[in-house]
């Protein structure tokens, strides 16, 4: 019997990941396992305020579990919760968001005498090595090449090219959201961002932001690669960059960002979702953007 697909997203509080959830929970008829570092009730309340009329099931579809990536015994502590909800033998894990960030400096460095080295390394717990600890303890819950699962569904259709606007598209005109499918492979998606691309680095500062990411690039090669033996074509690693969302982390670049191009959470959620399901497998192991263009090493 085919094993019962589920979804983590962490941390789901506030921002892209907050909006990622919701999105998820009206778009897919999957469990997810979120995560906060604050109350999972009320965190689990926010998440679903306004949601119950659209999808009845919601609250029972939804788990919340307390997690910080800067503290591995509570990463542990939320996988052992997980393996208790979805037993390894009867359930996989369809998609992972490791969604952790921070911009560790405020504004950011834009010559080297503003680096600051604790502030540097908390920028280097949270967004590089908070994904790698993640999958450590998470890793294990996608498919093995033997793991049983359901028959691949059509391909999905190619993500339409993004709206004029970011007006979230969420709901139809009767309020739901049309079901979606994930692809037939698992996938592991590490949040990333433009400015770790190395080759594209062309106007140099925010010295700890942009090493960090690039590490999140390349630790998402090597977990693809890590996964490609483990899993074989039934699970895959990439990294993703959203744009620029109106979140607490690029609040002081609102101003500065190019009309049209500053997204909202419920957006950006989106535009993840349709670019994952459009994902082949040769596309693997590398970083996409919200456009579905690849960000270059």
């Known amino acids: 019997m085919p094993t019962t697909p589920w ?39 926010s998440l679903l305020q306004d949601l119950l009329s659209s999808s009845s099931d919601a609250a029972a579809r939804l788990s919340l579990v307390r997690c910080d990536v800067t503290d591995e015994s509570s990463i542990a502590a939320a996988a052992r919760r997980a ?80 709206a004029a606007d970011n007006t979230s598209k969420e709901h139809s005109d009767e ?29 140099g500062g925010w010295y700890t932001y942009r090493a960090s990411k690039a590490a999140v690039n390349s630790l998402t ?14 699970a ?3 990294a993703y960059h959203p744009g620029t969302v109106r979140t607490d982390l690029s609040r002081e670049f609102w101003d500065s960002v190019e009309e049209g191009r500053l997204f909202s959470p419920e957006y950006a959620a989106e535009r993840l979702v349709d670019v994952v399901r459009g994902l082949e497998l040769g596309q693997r192991g590398r970083c996409w953007d919200w456009k579905n263009d690849e960000v270059p090493p």
């Open 7 to 45: 979804i983590f997203i962490c941390p789901s509080s506030r921002g892209i990941g907050h909006a990622l959830t919701r999105h998820l929970l009206l778009a897919t008829t999957l469990p997810i396992l979120a995560t906060t570092r604050g109350d999972p009730s009320s965190t689990k309340s």
């Open 83 to 162: 393996e208790e909800l979805f037993p390894p033998r009867t359930h996989h894990l369809r998609l992972a968001c490791a969604m952790p960030g921070i911009l560790p400096v405020h504004p950011a460095e834009k010559h080297p005498r503003q680096v600051d080295a604790e502030r540097s390394l908390e920028g280097f717990r949270v967004n590089t090595l908070g994904p790698l600890l993640l999958f450590k303890h998470f890793g294990e819950f996608l498919p093995r090449r033997t793991t049983a699962m359901d028959e691949p569904p059509p391909p999905p259709p190619t993500p339409p090219p993004p």
């Open 236 to 238: 895959v690693a990439v």
């Open 175 to 203: 309020g739901q959201t049309t079901t979606i499918r994930l692809p037939p492979h698992a996938t592991w998606l590490n949040m990333s961002a433009r400015v770790g691309s190395t080759s594209d680095n062309r106007l």
């Open 221 to 234: 090669r090597s977990l693809d690669v890590h996964l490609r033996a483990r899993s074989g074509d039934r």
